[in-house]
């Protein structure tokens, strides 16, 4: 074969390959975490810093490279467990479409590209995308997650640390309005993860993993979500008093609805589906509106 006639069975071999890489990095989770970080940033900032432009582009780089590389390494890590559950059994990393080890050499360069960038802006900037990173990779994904039904609780934290680069590139240090923000995040992942497990319960279980809701009744399962979520949602109307009237009726009527979805499920456990679907829009909706609030 001549080279002519190989180059193009190589772009065809290479853009294959990448379409398969990027697949795997779950591109609307990143997506969100990547907003969460500027909500952050927003929540955060008092026009201390002298490039607040070139600032939130280094995060979004930043947390978009953590968070993909760090989805790529969850996959390689948990292809065991992918194998087993009907949902996930034909994941590239499961069908070795993707080699683990090249999955992995990708996902940590693309984690230090991520904290290279963050360090760029500031050290402390730095330090919460690897945290981040750190609690997703080794705290949930390889200590918690196949131990205790209490994982994302502990695992959320890696949310919770992009909202705060976000925050420390804003400021250099940790506010208090930040660190709600934060803790708004902790307390909606639990909700979230959970409300995905009751459906998918019989493949949690199947694969031996202890999410909560997937070992408990669904009803007790639809009791717990309630509670974060009221939590969530005291911290949401707390940020009002942070950043007023704009936010306040921008966050109204989701919040409401999260908290009707999350008395449905309550009552009965087959709304926790609903509820899942909603609560990646309600969490948009809180980090528009403080980027809107700040912005007004």
Known sequence: MTRESSE???LVDFM???RNYLKLMQFKIVALLVISSIGGFFVA???SIRDPLMSIALVILGITACASGAELMNKVLERDIDSKMERT???????????ANYGMAYGIALTALGTAAGYIVNPLTALMMVLGVAFYIIVYT???????????I????????????????????????????SLLVLFWIPGHIWSFAIKY??????AGVPMLTAVVSPRTGATIIAFFNIFMALLSVYLALELGMYYAAIIAIPLALILYLSFKAFLNSAGAWPLFKFSSVYLMFVFIAVILARLA
């Open 8 to 10: 193009p069975l190589n």
């Open 16 to 18: 294959g390959s990448l």
């Open 45 to 47: 900032y008092k026009g």
């Open 89 to 99: 059994k034909n994941r590239l990393t499961v069908s070795r479409k993707i080699n």
């Open 142 to 152: 390889e200590v918690l997650k196949r131990r205790s039904r209490f994982s994302v």
């Open 154 to 181: 502990i695992g959320g934290l890696a949310g919770s640390f992009c909202v705060l680069a976000g925050v420390t590139a804003a400021a250099n240090s940790i506010t208090v309005p930040g660190l709600l923000l």
């Open 201 to 206: 319960r019989e493949d949690y279980n199947k």
